[in-house]
């Protein structure tokens, strides 16, 4: 699908989509990420890591909010990846997310990049 | 603090939540035009949720349909179910962390007055005071890479009020977001 057809559900339940055709794997993240739904996150990144695909960025330009039990499990992704030789990069941090990071010191913990090409760039590098 | 939080005899400092079901008028003509007037539901909800991560999914499903049926702004929404999230999750990592998955209760209420929306969270686990626990540096967790009380920093920076009490052998945690009059 093309990158202008991510669907927005903001507020609604977590959905992860893939962008074809970058070289980094593009994650949409949308909707919630929570205590229910946290460990299904860090298992789908966990498996493409595991598969050899370590260059990520994750689009965050829909998520809602993301609790620490999200943060856990990216910050346990990011970790995996690094170990390998891969990297996370996140962009689209708005609203509520960007205060979240903001508030536990997690803009310090991650690659953030201002914008999707950014994070593209720099997750290829 | 809310009108609705009052008194309890028998807690250590005489609070609680009080039942309320009514419609309040929130005058507001500067914002809506003369004569127009926003209604806020007051009123409130209960749940009872089961100690498994999965139940906070449709606890942030029903705190999201109560609240804004009450008239709470979708981006208050949003962080009530934040600290939804991050005060019921403390109660399955830390009070309820020795009981086995699905074998106990959580209770949770949510009251609506016209100052903002008010959740209330009761389990009968071990001793657990979310709003004494430390609250931990966040420079120094950058530094270590530590995400560990993260869900505490967002609770104290997302609620407007936090009171925990040790009551009858069961902790009871209330968070208070306000809500500021529509317009």
């Known amino acids: 699908m093309r990158d202008d057809q991510a669907r927005s559900v903001e507020g609604g339940r977590m959905e992860i989509m893939e962008v074809a055709g970058h070289a980094p794997v593009v994650l949409h993240v949308s909707g919630r990420v929570n205590g229910a739904n946290a460990a299904e996150l860090g298992s789908r990144l966990g498996a493409l890591v595991e598969s050899g695909r370590v260059a990520i960025v994750l689009d965050f330009s829909h998520l809602a909010h993301m609790t620490s039990a999200g943060f856990r499990s990216l910050l346990h992704v990011d970790r995996q990846a690094s170990e390998v030789g891969g990297t996370l990069v996140l962009c689209g941090l708005q609203g509520l997310t960007r205060e979240l990071f903001e508030i536990g010191g997690f803009l310090d913990m991650f690659t953030i990049a201002a914008t999707r090409e950014e994070a593209i760039r720099r997750a290829t590098l | ?174 968070l208070v977001l306000r809500v500021p009059p529509a317009g």
Do not use: K
């Open chain 2, 1 to 174: 603090m809310l009108s609705g939080l009052r008194t309890r005899r028998n807690s250590p400092d005489r609070t609680r939540v009080r039942l309320a079901s009514r419609r309040h008028r929130v005058d507001n003509p500067g914002a809506r035009g003369e004569g127009e007037q926003a209604v806020v539901q007051s009123g409130e909800a209960r749940m009872v949720v089961a100690n498994r991560p999965e139940e906070l999914e449709r606890a942030a499903l029903w705190a999201a349909d109560f609240a804004t049926g009450a008239g709470v702004p979708a981006e208050i929404v949003s962080r009530l179910q934040v600290v939804l999230d991050e005060a019921v999750g403390n109660v399955l990592a830390h009070a309820l962390a020795d009981a086995a998955p699905g074998s106990r209760e959580i209770s949770l209420r949510l009251c609506r007055e016209a100052g903002g929306i008010a959740l209330e969270i009761i389990d009968d686990g071990a001793p657990f005071d979310a709003a004494a626990a430390p609250v931990p540096d966040v420079a120094r967790r950058v530094a270590a890479r530590r995400p560990g009380g993260a869900g505490l920093l967002f609770l104290h920076a997302l609620a407007d009020e936090m009171r925990a009490f040790r009551e009858e052998g069961r902790n009871r945690l209330v």
